[in-house]
Every structure is written in C-alpha cells, then in structure tokens.
C-alpha cells in the first residue's frame, strides 16, 4: 500500500515539522526535571534499583526486560536517578514515537501527529507514567511498537516484517504479562479480518513465532519453578467478591474506563464539535478509505478488550479495576479515532485540538514540578520529600565506608541509599517475604563472611511495629540505635523533620 495522501497541503505547526527533535526535547525536559526534583525515590524506582543489582530470569511477580534494561543502564551510568529516568523517558518516547509510525502509516501528517501526540491525554499514560510506573511504561513501548509492526506487515507483507512482528510479541511477553490479553485480542480482531487474515495465516507466520517462542522460552521455563507464587502475586491483585456485587464491579469497570479516556474523548470533541459527526466524504481518497480491513480491525480489536473484561466481572467476580491496566490495552484509542474520522485533517477545529495536546502536555509537566511542594505544603509530605542526600552525608559523617552493605527497614529507602553508595549492595527487610530477625541474620552472616561491615538503618514514618525489636534480637550485644532527624526537602519552615534510626557496625580486624 501506497504511503498516505499528502493532497491536502495545509501549513503544518513547527512541532508537526520537526516531531522527532520535540519529542527528544520533551524527554529531555522530564529527565531534567525529575533530576531537580528528588533524590530520593518512588515505590517502582526503588524497586527497579535493587532488582538491577543482578541479573535473573524473573524478578517477583514481574517478567525481567525493564530490570534487564535498567541493569544495562546502570551499567553505564551508575545506580542512579539519572539512570532511573533515562530509561523511563525513553521509553515512553518509544511510545509516541512507534505509534506516531503506525498513525503515520494509514493517516496524513497532521492526524497521524494528532493520534500519537494526543496519548498525553490518556491520564495514565500523559499523566501516572511520570510518578511510579515502569513495567507498565515497557508494555506499553512495546505495544505501540506491536501495533506498527503488524500495520506495517498487513501493508507489506515480507520476511523482515514478520521477524519484526515476532520480535516485538517476545519482548511485550518479557515486558509484563497482561501483554498476553493484548496480544490475544489483537490476532483474534485480525484473523477474523480477512485481508489481515490472508497475511497472518501464511509461511511467514513461521518466521513470527520462532523468534517470539526463541525470546519468551527462557522467561517461561523460570517461570513453570515459580508459577504458584507468581500466580498468587497476580490473582491478589484482582479483588473478588461473591455473585451479588457483580453490579459494582460492571460499575468499577465503566468508571475506570471513563477515567482512561474520558478526558481525550471530551477535548477532542470540543475542538472538532461537528466534524466527529460527518462521515467522510467520497472525494477523500486516503488508505484508510481503501484499506478495507483497517476500521473492523481497531473495532473488533476493543470490542474484545472490552468483552474480556466484562467476562472478569461477570464470571470471575473481578470487582478491582486500576486505570494503568488500560493503558496499554487502549493506547490505541486515539489512532482508531482518527482512523474512522480521517476528514478531520482539515476539519476547523484542529488549531484548538494542537493546542489542547500542548496545554495538556505542559500541565502535566508543570503539575509534576509542583507536586513535592504542594505535598510538603499540605502536611502529607510524601516520597519525594525525603532527604535522602542529606541523609547519605550524615551516615558518612558517622563513619560509613560506602562500601558494606545496607539493609534497610523498607525497600524506598534501601534504593535511595543504594543510589548515594554505588559501591554497596542494598537489601530490605521489610518482613513480608521472610520473618525480619531472619532476614537481617541472613544478610549479617554474609557480611561477616566477606569481611564486611554493615548499615542496618530504618525510618520512623515507614517502620512496620516491633521491628527493631525483631532485628535487635540477632544483633550483637549492647547495639542500640542512632537518631538522625533531618529536616525534609520542599516543605514550609518549622515541619516536623524526618527521623532515621540505624546501626553501624564497621569491619572487624
């Protein structure tokens, strides 16, 4: 198929002209902001900060790309915010970027920038993804790139396109494993096509699935030794009630989805009023018109997403719906939109929709500016507020080499030590996975083994009840903690500081 008319000549905006160079400057931008922000870290951050510390088949309920990849990165640029952030805002670059090819591939120039762009009014994608999401910000990449790859193959069907496709289906399944439901749902809309049908059912369907099967085999046999934690990991996250609150959970479901993409839908429909209303008309000769197989593919492709989740509430009892497991599933939301309204090219209204876009870029990046001191300034000081480099000097000051190793009370803090002290692994022993005495002895002995000393630290406002008891009883005799309280970042003069307790125990001999 021929590349998308450009009949329609109307003068585009410079950030239309140049979308790569803005899109690298809006990655930028965040990566520079969320460096002056915070040193210390979010839930996912600290996560991802002690995961990386090795490498493994699987970490967690979670499959292993992101932390691979944050591994590599801290490989370069050391265990780090700056780390943390360039992978993060390069991938939701991706995003936009393979969507903006998939948009760019069946739409004008104008609409195509319109259906990438226009995902920053998706409030989990445009919003959630710049505070504490990583696994859902890979599946999404990745989800974008699927739908550019098999747009793409159903084009121009030939050998490469095909790996390309199976190379993107393998990494979405190392991404995160709702990509399944994606994935699923995308070949059912497309078999039931029959142009895209034609294309997948031949040789080069071979191609696709050795390179997939090749990429997820390793992931999956680790995880046939792990399945029943892994499950359980999975399923506690879906809550489940009895027959009688099926009502609320079909309830839950349409709240969540308006919440995805109520916001879009309005903005879009103020800016263009009308012209949503009209359908195209006969002289408009674009590849949408002709691609007779583009339109039932994106409907029968939500239609599905949607069904399944209706099958949650209605056979499983599912009655638990979180806006970032939309994200992926309808990141597509405005490409379709466009698709099926491609006469919006030169529709009135596309000046207000450009700007709605922007507007909405900048609040966001302005909210997230702000958030650390409008949480400070309401008395609800949150992660960000931590000092954390403050902290890291302190600990020097008390005599911490740098070098041995911390194990922390809460997993937050144990990432944000393990970014001031490269050289120190980092542990945390909350108690969930193992009793704390347990857990603390266990990282002791290997310390003492190695000839190492050890920070055993804690913070007061995340110190689950009786744990420096439990810890105190593996320790040796006569240990008692040290009290640092330090005043917290972004937050009005005379707040309550923030209290650490810890014990150094330097190398013997």
Not at 202 to 225: D, Y
Not at 273 to 296: K, N
Not at 446 to 474: F, H, K, S
Request: hydrophobic share 55%.
């Amino acid at each position: 198929m021929s590349s998308p008319s450009t009949a329609l000549s109307l003068p585009l905006p410079a950030v239309m002209r140049r979308p790569l160079a803005w899109l690298l400057a809006w990655a930028a931008a965040h990566v520079a902001l969320r460096l002056a922000l915070s040193p210390a870290l979010r839930w996912d951050e600290a996560e991802q900060t002690l995961w990386s510390q090795h490498l493994a088949w699987g970490y967690g309920m979670q499959p292993p790309l992101y932390t691979w990849l944050q591994w590599g990165l801290n490989a370069v640029l050391g265990p780090s915010v700056l780390a943390l952030a360039v992978l993060k805002h390069a991938l939701l670059a991706l995003t936009y970027l393979f969507m903006g090819l998939a948009a760019r591939a069946l739409l004008p120039p104008r609409t195509a920038w319109w259906a990438a762009a226009s995902m920053v009014m998706l409030p989990a994608l445009g919003w959630s993804s710049l505070h504490d999401q990583t696994h859902t910000v890979l599946v999404t990449a990745v989800t974008a790139g699927t739908w550019w790859a098999l747009i793409g193959l159903l084009q121009s069907p030939h050998p490469a396109r095909y790996a390309l496709l199976g190379l993107m289906l393998g990494l979405g399944m190392l991404s995160k494993y709702n990509f399944a439901l994606f994935a699923a749902a995308l070949g059912l809309a497309a078999l039931s096509v029959p142009a895209p049908r034609q294309v997948l059912l031949a040789r080069g369907l071979g191609i696709t699935a050795a390179l997939a099967l090749v990429l997820v085999a390793p992931h999956a046999l680790w995880l046939l030794g792990h399945w029943h934690e892994t499950a359980n990991a999975i399923t506690g996250k879906l809550e489940v009630r009895p027959v009688g609150a099926r009502l609320g959970g079909l309830g839950k479901l349409a709240l969540t989805l308006l919440e995805t993409l109520l916001l879009w839908t309005l903005l879009a429909a103020w800016a263009f009023r009308g012209a949503w209303l009209r359908r195209p008309p006969a002289e408009l000769a674009s590849p949408v018109a002709a691609a007779e197989w583009v339109r039932p593919l994106l409907a029968r492709y939500l239609a599905l997403v949607l069904a399944v989740f209706v099958g949650m509430v209605l056979l499983g009892g599912v009655t638990e719906f979180r806006d970032h497991w939309f994200q992926p599933l309808f990141c597509v939301w405005p490409l379709a939109a466009f698709v099926w309204r491609p006469q919006l090219e030169s529709a009135p209204g596309g000046g207000r929709f450009t700007g709605a876009v922007l507007g909405v870029a900048l609040l966001f990046f302005l909210a997230t500016a702000a958030y650390p001191w409008i949480a400070g300034w309401r008395g609800r000081p949150g992660e960000l507020n931590q000092p954390i480099g403050a902290l890291a000097q302190q600990l020097r000051a008390a005599g911490y080499d740098g070098r041995s190793p911390v194990i922390a009370a809460d997993h937050m803090l144990a990432g944000a030590l393990r970014t001031r002290f490269a050289a120190a692994p980092a542990f945390d022993c909350d108690g969930n996975l193992q009793p704390v005495a347990a857990c603390v002895a266990g990282h002791l002995a290997q310390a003492q083994a190695a000839g190492r000393g050890w920070l055993l630290i804690a913070r007061d406002d995340r110190l689950p009840p009786g744990w420096w008891a439990e810890a105190q009883a593996v320790l040796p005799a006569g240990s008692e903690p040290r009290v640092l309280a330090l005043p917290r970042r972004h937050v009005p003069a005379g707040s309550a500081p923030a209290y650490y307790r810890f014990i150094w125990f330097p190398p013997q001999g």
